[in-house]
T-cell receptor, first 115, second 115 residues
Framework: DAGVIQSPRHEVTEMGQEVTLRCKPI?????LFWYRQTMMRGLELLIY????????DSGMPEDRFSAKMPNASFSTLKIQPSEPRDSAVYFC?????????????FGPGTRLTVT | AQSVTQLDSHVSVSEGTPVLLRCNYSSSYSPSLFWYVQHPNKGLQLLLKYTSAATLVKGINGFEAEFKKSETSFHLTKPSAHMSDAAEYFC?????????????FGTGTRLLVSP
C-alpha cells in the first residue's frame, strides 16, 4: 500500500497568491482529515470528510481556506489569498470504514512557506 | 472534553538505556488512546493503540504502553533506546463527543538519544 500521498512536499509562495495542496487517501478509507502543524499551536484539525462529504470544518481558520473532496481518492485544501501566518506543515490523514475508535494514517505533509 | 497531558517536553536518554515517556489522559468514557511518532521532517506514524482490549499494548520498534485506569495514565516505554528512536512522540486520545473519531493530540515529547 502506498499510504497517504500528499503533493507538493514543499511550497514557497508570495503573500496574496493562491495555494492548492493535494491529498490522495489510502484506497478503501472513507474518512479524510486535514491538519495544520505549527510550533506555536501544535497539530490542529482543520476539516473532516466522511464519504466525501465535509462533516466538520470548525477548525478552518477563516474564509480564505477551503477544502474539497470531489471523489473518494482525492482532496484539495486551498488558501486564497495566502498570508505569511499560513506558513506551516499541512498534513492529510485517512482512516478506514467501520466502527469508531480506529486510527488515522498520516501523509508526509506539505511544508508551506508564504513570504 | 477529552484531553491528554504529556508530562515532559523533552526526555534525554543514552543509547541502550530504558525509555519512559509519560502521558495522562482525561476522558468521560472509556477512551481510545494512541501513541504516534514523528521523525524530523516526516509525517506521523502510529506506534500503538489501546481500544479497551488488553491493557498492555505492544507496538512497533519494541515500544509498549500500559493503560492504567486508576492512574489515568498511558505511559510509553521501551527497554533499550536506539539512536533511531530520537523523534517527537505524541500521546493522543479520541474524542467521540463530536460524533466522529476526532483525535486530540498532546503537546509532544521530544526524545533525545545520546551515544
Amino acid at each position: 500500500d502506498a499510504g497517504v500521498i500528499q503533493s507538493p512536499r514543499h511550497e514557497v509562495t508570495e503573500m496574496g497568491q493562491e495555494v492548492t495542496l493535494r491529498c490522495k487517501p489510502i484506497s478503501g478509507h472513507n474518512s479524510l482529515f486535514w491538519y495544520r502543524q505549527t510550533m506555536m499551536r501544535g497539530l490542529e484539525l482543520l476539516i473532516y470528510f466522511n464519504n466525501n462529504v465535509p462533516i466538520d470544518d470548525s477548525g478552518m481558520p477563516e474564509d480564505r481556506f477551503s477544502a474539497k473532496m470531489p471523489n473518494a481518492s482525492f482532496s484539495t485544501l486551498k488558501i486564497q489569498p495566502s498570508e505569511p501566518r499560513d506558513s506551516a506543515v499541512y498534513f492529510c490523514a485517512s482512516s478506514p470504514k467501520g466502527v469508531l475508535r480506529v486510527e488515522q494514517y498520516f501523509g508526509p505533509g506539505t511544508r508551506l512557506t508564504v513570504t | 472534553a477529552q484531553s491528554v497531558t504529556q508530562l515532559d517536553s523533552h526526555v534525554s536518554v543514552s543509547e541502550g538505556t530504558p525509555v519512559l515517556l509519560r502521558c495522562n489522559y482525561s476522558s468521560s468514557y472509556s477512551p481510545s488512546l494512541f501513541w504516534y511518532v514523528q521523525h524530523p521532517n516526516k509525517g506521523l506514524q502510529l506506534l500503538l493503540k489501546y481500544t479497551s482490549a488488553a491493557t498492555l499494548v505492544k507496538g512497533i520498534n519494541g515500544f509498549e504502553a500500559e493503560f492504567k485506569k486508576s492512574e489515568t495514565s498511558f505511559h510509553l516505554t521501551k527497554p533499550s533506546a536506539h539512536m533511531s528512536d530520537a523523534a517527537e512522540y505524541f500521546c493522543v486520545v479520541s474524542d467521540l463527543n463530536t460524533g466522529f473519531q476526532k483525535l486530540v493530540f498532546g503537546t509532544g515529547t521530544r526524545l533525545l538519544v545520546s551515544p
